[in-house]
């Protein structure tokens, strides 16, 4: 008997199908009549566990099945369950929230961001002031409870997130759709009340930030080819995102939802205006790339020891600054790690070296005064030193070094921006 045929089968037997498995081997057909048949018949759990064994092409009672199938049953056939599985069930999810938390450290702060001064000032405005002058939002001045940060990928939305809860001392959930989304049928809408459940009760009492990267992973435009499936697993989304999750007057909680995107077009026109604020995170300006590149080149998030400062002339600066236009933040990381590399791959080849300071070697040219013929492998690994970064290395990396986002892309963002956000 094929999937559909069980299925028809079953459509007139008692109770709805309340979980059952998505088989990625079903075709389109076959889905459709599940659908169906869980919107039209009553709940009855051993339908489901027939129809989850059939998806499975496994016998009933595999471990295979759904494990949401563990529950004992009434003399009706309605599911009852246990206090112990309850309790299971809560611990899972807080288990799951911890694992979600991102650690962040008083360093982290809005200032360590380099440019995006608009952006700052949204959020401090959104968020800071809120919980700094909690008085002067009473009444209709109600604190906003979510913003979308959209931009081109590498400009920082990740990092501005973390800066955020580093500056109002909050914890951060970081939340992907691979968090929330599920194979088994009706899961992942339990998946989404489950985790925002525990994320509220977590902001009742303490500063929460909620981070949905990737946001339009979840929430894409809705069409008429979609399952019903995602069509409920977006309405119970909205229905999270819509609650004012601020506290009232004098509670300590705070919970605020921080969304971040590539593709905001894409993202269905009804999330689109649950975000109170929507900010572009475009590609840093010149003096925002400078500092950048120092604080890169000085240690910031690239491993090099501190004490490493780039110190160019202004005239190279400005070439420097010239040939990096349109670069973003991850663009520069990738290029300053490259030209740090730069000395070190020259020990490997080295065939001269020099005494420095400190009993140290260095390589040098074969005509330098002092020098002496010698191979990495023959010195000790303690006594090797590798030259000072120049201008010239960043030279070599960015001649084989592309900006990532395109010309045509950025249009797009601009266009987007006109319509539906502000700049950042």
């Known amino acids: 008997m094929s999937s559909v045929e069980f299925l028809a089968s079953f459509s007139t037997s008692l109770g709805l199908v309340e979980s059952c498995a998505q088989n990625p081997f079903w075709n389109r057909e076959e889905i459709k009549v599940l659908e169906a048949v869980y919107d039209s018949i009553g709940r009855n759990r051993t339908m489901a566990q027939l129809l989850m064994a059939d998806a499975a092409r496994t016998p009933l009672g595999s471990p295979s099945c759904s494990p949401e199938l563990s529950t004992s049953f009434d003399a009706s056939g309605a599911s009852v369950a246990s206090q112990g599985d309850s309790q299971s069930q809560g611990e899972a999810v807080r288990d799951h929230i911890s694992a979600l938390r991102r650690h962040v450290t008083p360093d982290m702060r809005l200032a360590s961001v380099a440019g995006m001064a608009q952006a700052k000032q949204l959020l401090t405005e959104a968020v800071i002031m809120p919980i700094r002058y909690r008085h002067l939002f009473t009444g209709a001045r109600k604190p906003w409870h979510s913003v979308l940060l959209y931009g081109p990928p590498g400009t920082g939305k990740t990092k501005l997130a973390l800066a955020l809860a580093a500056e109002v001392d909050s914890e951060l959930y970081a939340i992907t759709p691979a968090d929330l989304l599920s194979s088994w049928f009706g899961r992942t809408e339990q998946n989404i009340r489950d985790l925002f459940g525990q994320l509220r009760a977590r902001g009742a009492t303490r500063r929460v930030i909620v981070f949905l990267d990737e946001v339009d992973g979840l ?65 840093p300006d ?61 020990l490997t080849t080295a065939t001269h070296w020099i005494g420095v300071a400190g009993g140290m070697w260095s390589p040098c040219s074969s005509n330098t005064v002092g020098a002496v013929r ?38 797009r963002y601009e266009e987007f921006t006109q319509q539906f956000g502000q700049l950042g």
């Open 219 to 283: 929430c894409r435009r809705r069409t008429n080819e979609e399952p019903e499936s995602t069509r409920r697993m977006k309405t119970e989304l909205l229905t999270q995102l819509q609650g004012d999750a601020a506290p009232s007057s004098g509670h300590a909680g705070h919970l605020f939802f921080v969304c971040a995107t590539n593709c905001p077009w894409e993202i269905d026109p009804a999330f689109l205006r649950r975000f109170q604020r929507r900010v572009f995170i475009g590609l």
């Open 286 to 346: 010149r003096d925002s790339r400078k500092e950048i590149i120092r604080t890169l080149a000085a240690g910031g998030t690239t491993g090099t020891a501190p004490g490493s400062e780039l110190n160019l002339p202004a005239a190279e600066w400005q070439n420097l600054l010239d040939r990096t236009a349109g670069f973003s933040g991850s663009d520069l990381s990738d290029l300053v790690r490259n030209a740090l590399y730069q000395p070190v791959r020259e």
């Open 374 to 411: 010698r191979f990495l492998h023959l010195i000790p690994a303690e006594s090797v030193c590798a030259r000072s970064v120049t201008i010239r290395d960043f030279y070599d990396v960015i001649e084989s070094a592309r900006p990532t986002v395109c010309e045509a892309d950025l249009r």
